[in-house]
């Protein structure tokens, strides 16, 4: 497994980006750009929120977009 557990930690993949289990590739990817510009640590440094929100966000896309990391998920 290549993403950072302790950032995922228990919290719901579908959860991260505000969506049910039966979105699709599209809902996904456009809530993913959505939020991603929210959180972006570029628009957040000026009022110091930490980047944690966006790397959680980042490790989630990985999740849904990459097979293995995909699998791994789905057996923990």
Not at 8 to 13: P, S, T, W, Y
Not at 16 to 24: E, N, Q, R, S
Not at 27 to 32: G, L, M, T
Not at 45 to 73: C, H, I, M, N
């Amino acid at each position: 497994m290549t993403y950072n557990m302790a950032l995922l930690g228990k919290r719901c993949q579908y959860k991260v980006l505000g969506l049910g289990g039966d979105c699709t590739t599209d809902e996904i990817r456009s809530a993913y750009r959505r939020l991603s510009l929210q959180r972006h640590p570029d628009k957040l440094a000026q009022v110091g929120v930490s980047p944690a929100a966006f790397q959680e966000l980042a490790v989630t896309y990985t999740v849904f977009f990459d097979p293995r990391e995909w699998v791994d998920w789905l057996l923990l």
